[in-house]
């Protein structure tokens, strides 16, 4: 069956919510369709240990202040599904979970967005379908070979899983750093962490709230012309969080250079060095999960798509919201998609109207 709306937003995390608490504002039909079965989107599958690197007042979505979460400074992933679910509650966003779109696809005058359990006409499209669900393992060596467990960051849950194993961490991003300090303060994990170039500590007084005011100082510089700031890769590449500072400060936290390859039984350096490994975690980052918008043709340089603010250039009914800095400075935080998404509301309001 195919039902008419004014717009489709497609994904219902962080993102979603928030564009339609604006599509709300704007006075526009809209629904919110989502694979996932319960709110939270990707914060339902953090590992058990992650914290927020910015305190409560500086992870809230548009309307809604995320509540403090009692005894931490910083809130856990728990807490950020239980304030998503109850914002989708409070607006009455019409967020239809358990469907995954498949396609979307031009019609006429309308966009055709199909799903596994039904198809939408509409008049826009706003995809916010995040990165989570295209986690990005780089292509290195050996890695057929190996015989130990290979995951990455989507898949690591908890310390104990690895008791008394051999572990290669991969990767010098916040998530790397925060799985590494994990294992090793556990105690009964040996951990090799593995970075491509030598880790980059943000300064200890730099958390979220800081980060978020650099972003906002490099929009505002590119809004009025002046030169690009650098933005927050300028600063370094991992919040010292309480735990990351710990094992940092405590010795435990020492990178390795890259290995050249994965062999049966571990890593091997071009030095000819060697690690063995019961299993390797992959923190390499992500890309945007933007199948469903092949048949637009649209895709660009680095699978990205371009975009002016968060409006696809050669097709002005679809808005790409959440995805990093490509579509919003900051747009992949809690506190960062609220501009981008009031941006693309008006926008699909202007086109609407
Ligand atoms: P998601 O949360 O991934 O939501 C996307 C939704 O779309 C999901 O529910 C998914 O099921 C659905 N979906 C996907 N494809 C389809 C489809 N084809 N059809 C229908 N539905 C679909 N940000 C902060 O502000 N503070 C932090 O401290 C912080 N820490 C982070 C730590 C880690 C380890 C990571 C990975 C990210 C962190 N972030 C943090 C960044 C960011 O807030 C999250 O990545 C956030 O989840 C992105 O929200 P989103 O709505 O864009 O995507």
Request: proline letters at 5%; a neutral charge; aromatic letters at 8%.
């Amino acid at each position: 069956m195919t039902q008419r709306v004014d717009v489709v937003v497609v994904g219902g995390g962080q993102a979603g919510l928030a564009a339609g608490y604006h599509l709300r504002r704007q006075g526009l039909d809209f629904t919110v369709l989502d694979a996932a079965l319960a709110p939270g989107g990707a914060w339902q599958h953090m590992w058990d240990s992650l914290h927020l690197f910015s305190p409560a007042d500086h992870s809230s979505l548009p309307g809604r202040f995320m509540p403090v979460q009692p005894g931490e400074t910083y809130p856990d992933a728990g807490h950020v599904v239980d304030y998503l679910a109850d914002y989708e509650k409070r607006y009455d966003l019409p967020v239809q979970h358990g469907i995954r779109v498949d396609a979307v696809r031009r019609d006429g005058d309308r966009l055709l967005v199909e799903a596994d359990s039904g198809t939408w006409r509409a008049r826009a499209v706003v995809s916010a379908t995040g990165t989570w669900s295209r986690p990005f393992v780089p292509a290195v060596s050996g890695c057929g070979v190996f015989a130990g467990r290979q995951l990455h960051t989507v898949d690591y849950r908890r310390a104990a899983d690895f008791a008394g194993q051999r572990v290669i961490v991969v990767g010098g991003g916040n998530s790397g750093a925060q799985i590494a300090a994990d294992l090793v303060l556990a105690g009964d994990v040996q951990v090799t962490w593995v970075t491509r170039r030598p880790p980059r500590f943000l300064a200890d007084d730099i958390d979220g709230r800081a980060l978020f005011d650099v972003a906002t100082a490099r929009r505002r510089a590119l809004d009025t012309g002046r030169s690009d700031t650098g933005g927050v890769a300028s600063l370094g590449d991992i919040v010292a969080v309480p735990p990351v500072r710990v094992a940092r400060d405590a010795g435990l936290l020492t990178a390795k250079s890259m290995f050249s390859q994965l062999t049966s039984d571990g890593a091997r350096w071009a030095d000819g060095s060697r690690a063995g490994a019961d299993a390797v975690i992959w923190c390499t980052g992500f890309r945007p999960a933007l199948a469903h918008l092949a048949p637009l043709n649209l895709r660009g340089l680095r699978g990205h798509i371009a975009t002016h603010g968060t409006r696809a250039l050669s097709e002005p009914r679809l808005h790409l919201l959440g995805y990093g800095d490509w579509t919003g400075p900051a747009s992949a935080t809690l506190i960062g998609v609220g501009r981008p998404a009031r941006e693309a509301a008006r926008d699909v309001g202007g086109l609407l109207a």
